[in-house]
């Protein structure tokens, strides 16, 4: 039973290009959890989102940044026209369609740099 | 504001010593709190929590916690430490009231255990 998979692990940007990250969950596991990870930082919240239904988005910057977790397939996570703030490592997790967060797994996460 | 506060960036320990990671915390309501760990390019693991009940919680790989609400802390403890234990600890706590994934984190704390 694979983990949560998280591709590309390293991805490197020129800014104003745009990345896309993405997230397998686990098998069986229907809720996904995007955060962030600035250098020297703990992990910061972004979004969670179940099938289809984006849930809580309040961690999600207002521009450029937007996710998906469609029907079948992977979740996205999208950057537009990146910047060098942008750099950072992106983390996502997934829980089953039952019981409290602390289920959650990890993925190894990507690390996103901004040139 | 809602935060969690690791205030070691690095605790050194002897292998077979005891240690001890800091966890202190501030959130409006009831808190859920969590520690997790990272070893080197992994994705964070769940080590324990607590909901209610006991103030002492007991985890994974012989860790436990010790939930103390008038000093806001949750502060991580192993009896004997191991080599193996080396790594990142994260703490975190989630607002009941928030949405199941919106866990804040602390920065982390590196433990290092010398033989």
């Known amino acids: 039973n694979a983990g949560v998979m998280q591709n590309p692990r390293h991805l490197v940007r020129r800014r104003g290009q745009e990345a896309r990250l993405r997230c397998s969950p686990m098998k069986g596991h229907s809720h996904v959890y995007w955060y962030r990870q600035l250098p020297e930082e703990g992990l910061k919240f972004m979004v969670y989102?179940?099938?289809?239904?984006?849930?809580?988005e309040s961690g999600m910057p207002k521009e450029r940044f937007s996710a998906e977790f469609p029907k079948e397939g992977p979740s996205i996570l999208r950057i537009q026209q990146v910047v060098r703030g942008d750099s950072a490592a992106y983390f996502c997790?997934?829980?089953?369609?039952?019981?409290?967060?602390?289920?959650?797994?990890f993925g190894q996460g990507t690390r996103l740099t901004v040139v | 504001a809602q935060s969690v506060a690791q205030p070691e960036d690095q605790v050194n320990v002897a292998e077979g010593n005891p240690l001890t990671v800091k966890c202190t915390y501030s959130v409006s309501g009831n808190p859920y709190l969590f520690w997790y760990v990272q070893y080197p390019n992994r994705g964070l693991q769940f080590l324990l929590k607590y909901i209610t009940g006991d103030n002492l919680v007991k985890g994974s790989y012989g860790f436990e916690a010790e939930f103390n609400k008038s000093q806001t802390s949750f502060h991580l403890k192993k009896p004997s430490a191991l080599v193996s234990d080396s790594a990142l600890y994260f703490c975190a706590v989630r607002d009941k009231r928030g949405s199941q994934g919106n866990l804040i984190f602390g920065k982390g704390t590196k433990l290092s255990v010398k033989p």
């Open positions: 989102l179940q099938k289809e239904n984006i849930i809580d």
């Open positions: 997790a997934s829980s089953p369609p039952t019981g409290e967060f602390t289920e959650a797994f």
